[in-house]
Structure formats: structure tokens, C-alpha cells
């Protein structure tokens, strides 16, 4: 069903604003995330990072649509309305949407977390056991497998990007071009969350320190919360130096129908703005679909870097962890199993073709 829908224009899958959401409700969330002092601890979800409260905000909101449209929201006490009932025909309704196992296991992780807020003193675990019989049913919603391209073949996209750049009809086009080419060769090489992407800045996450370039990230900007720094690709070094002088300047001038201050943002619309988050996918998707025949977005590029290192050099996939920005080593372990498994019918095949030979002699 939600398949004839655009990205992020089904109305079922709309997140409530906080402003919109029942009066009770926001206000026991805006008393959840009130500092407090030495003396007062503030609200329940005070110590939570802002990347993570905005997240169950959002989580909630999508419940309440879906109360909403079922005419569930009705004026009564907040966490009265989150019942088992409700909760299973909230779980039946994302499956019917061909929502992933991963985003419904999101979303009530989410719900149960605002269930806290709305009332700490009753038992919400019966919400966890959902979550963990919907897990014992999943099924990859997508064949990721399938999708993955090689590492040298997605860095190779944005390289002949960037040269069909010079090619291009008009200055505009052959900026766009070249921005998009060197996008894609940049996340090949640094495959930082999106998040992170968009909001790469001159002067704060990219500096230039003694004629080298650094990528900076304050720990609270990340999704695990610790800093992140790492020098500028070399490859692409006169890449970014031929973007900030030639080509970023010219998207600079234009002026859409939609034009914001551009400030110091590295990457600009065609329309003269910061590019934002859903212009970056759409872009990947676009090329890489004309390139590899399906659609690689910015995501997976995560996993084409993790699946090359273990490919590639399984002992020292272990740096998979920092390099995508995951607080502990699990990700990078399960890419080491892929990798072993992947070399392990290789390593099979030459021991056969060893034999024959030494049989044949």
C-alpha cells in the first residue's frame, strides 16, 4: 500500500508536531525535559541527549497520528491511551505499510519511552514484549545483499562525476554534476551518517590546519555521542579546493523559489540554499540507480565500506567501528563473520586447485 506513496508523503506515516499533539501531552513531555539544579534533578528526560529525546518525540507523534486517524485520540488521561489494543493495531497497521521489522522495533522502543514520560509509576514492559515477539518474527524487509556495489565501483562513480562535469550543457549543470559526483566520492571515503553530511560547515567541521584539511564532529552532534575527527580524504583534496573556488560559488548566486541563507555550508541546491537531507538522497539515489541499475542510498554506502574492509582485510575490520562512528564493536563483528564466510569458500577452492596440481605433477 504505501509503495504508491512519495518518500515521507503517506499521510499515515506523518509524525505529530509536538505543538499539535494534546494539551496534557506536551505538557507532561516540556516538564520531562526541564533542567534541573543540585538540588532538583529535573525531569525524567533531562539527561537524555537531544539527538535521542527528539527521536522519541517524533515516535510519539507517529502513535498519536495513528490514534488520531483511528479516532482514538480522545481528551482523557495521556497514558490511558496507550493500551495493548491499541499498541498491536499500531504494529498491524506499520506492517500493512510494509514498514521494516527494524523501523517498527524503532518505533515502539520509542512508544515505550514516551509511555515512561506520560506516567513513570505503571508497568510498560508488557510494550517490550511485543517488541521481542515482532523480533523473533522478523524478516528483512529489503535484500541489502543484493543491493551492495564494490567500494572501488561507487568511488569510481563520483570520480567520472566529476570529470562529465566539464561536459555538462550550462555552468549550472556542470556544477550540480560535479557536486554530486564529489559527494558520492566523498561518503565512498568517509561514510558519515547523513545527519552529519548535511550539516557539514566551513570553518566548524571542516578545517583547514596547516594546509590540511580535517573533519571535525563535537561528540554531541553524533549519534553515539563521542567526538569524531579524521583527516580529509588526499584523493580528494584537490576535489574540495576545485568545489569551494569553481563550482560551489556559482550555486551560491542562485536564487530559487525556496532560497535561504547558504552561510558557510559545504554542500548548496540548485536552488541556492544548504542542500538538506532529503536532496542528498535523492541525488545518491539517482545516480547510482543510473549507474548500477537499483538505487544505493547514502546509508548503505555504510555498509559497502564495512563489507569491503571485510572482504578486503578481515583481521583489521575492527576499524569499522570508529570509522562509521559506533560506540562498541558489534557491527564490525558481524562483518568479520561476513568476511571469513566470504573467504572461506576461497580459501576451499585454491586448496583444491593446489591438489589437482600437485596430482597433475
Request: aromatic share 10%; hydrophobic share 40%; net charge positive.
Amino acid at each position: 500500500m504505501g509503495r504508491f506513496y512519495g518518500r515521507g508523503r503517506h499521510p499515515e506515516r506523518r509524525c505529530l508536531p509536538l505543538a499539535q499533539w494534546p494539551s496534557a501531552d506536551q505538557r507532561l513531555w516540556k516538564e520531562a525535559l526541564t533542567t534541573g539544579d543540585l538540588l532538583d534533578g529535573g525531569g525524567i528526560r533531562a539527561k537524555y541527549r537531544a539527538i535521542s529525546n527528539r527521536k522519541t518525540e517524533r515516535g510519539y507523534g507517529r502513535y498519536l497520528t495513528f490514534l488520531n486517524r483511528r479516532g482514538w485520540l480522545s481528551e482523557c488521561a495521556p497514558a490511558d491511551r496507550i493500551t495493548d489494543r491499541a499498541v498491536v493495531a499500531y504494529v498491524k497497521e506499520m506492517r500493512e505499510l510494509e514498514n521494516s521489522s527494524y523501523t517498527i522495533l524503532a518505533r515502539l522502543q520509542e512508544l515505550y519511552d514516551a509511555a515512561v514520560v506520560m506516567d513513570p509509576h505503571r508497568d510498560w514492559t508488557w510494550i517490550q514484549r511485543i517488541a521481542s515477539r515482532v523480533r523473533s518474527t522478523a524478516r528483512p524487509a529489503r535484500n541489502k545483499a543484493a543491493k551492495i556495489v564494490s567500494w572501488d565501483d561507487l568511488f569510481k562513480l563520483g570520480l567520472d562525476m566529476m570529470k562529465a562535469a566539464e561536459s555538462q550543457r550550462t555552468a549550472r549543470l556542470a556544477a550540480l554534476m560535479f557536486r554530486d559526483g564529489f559527494m558520492i566520492a566523498f561518503i565512498a571515503l568517509r561514510p558519515i551518517r547523513r545527519k552529519n553530511l548535511v550539516s557539514m560547515t566551513l570553518g566548524q567541521h571542516l578545517l583547514n590546519r596547516e594546509g590540511a584539511w580535517w573533519l571535525i564532529f563535537e561528540g554531541e552532534e553524533m549519534k553515539n555521542g563521542e567526538p569524531f575527527e579524521a583527516p580529509w580524504p588526499d584523493e580528494l583534496t584537490s576535489a574540495l579546493e576545485t568545489w569551494l573556488t569553481r563550482w560551489r560559488p556559482i550555486l551560491c548566486q542562485r536564487r530559487g523559489r525556496w532560497v535561504k541563507s547558504i552561510g558557510h555550508a559545504l554542500w548548496v541546491s540548485d536552488h541556492g540554499s544548504s542542500l538538506r537531507q532529503d536532496g542528498i538522497y535523492g541525488r545518491v539515489v539517482l545516480h547510482t540507480k543510473r549507474a548500477f541499475g537499483h538505487a544505493i542510498n547514502p546509508h548503505l554506502t555504510r555498509d559497502i565500506a564495512a563489507t569491503h574492509l571485510a572482504d578486503s582485510d578481515p583481521e583489521h575490520v575492527w576499524i569499522a567501528a570508529p570509522l562509521l562512528g559506533h560506540r562498541n564493536f558489534g557491527t564490525a563483528q558481524r562483518y568479520y563473520i561476513h568476511g571469513q564466510r566470504i573467504r572461506a569458500p576461497r580459501r576451499y577452492q585454491e586448496s583444491l586447485l593446489q591438489r589437482r596440481h600437485r596430482r597433475k605433477g
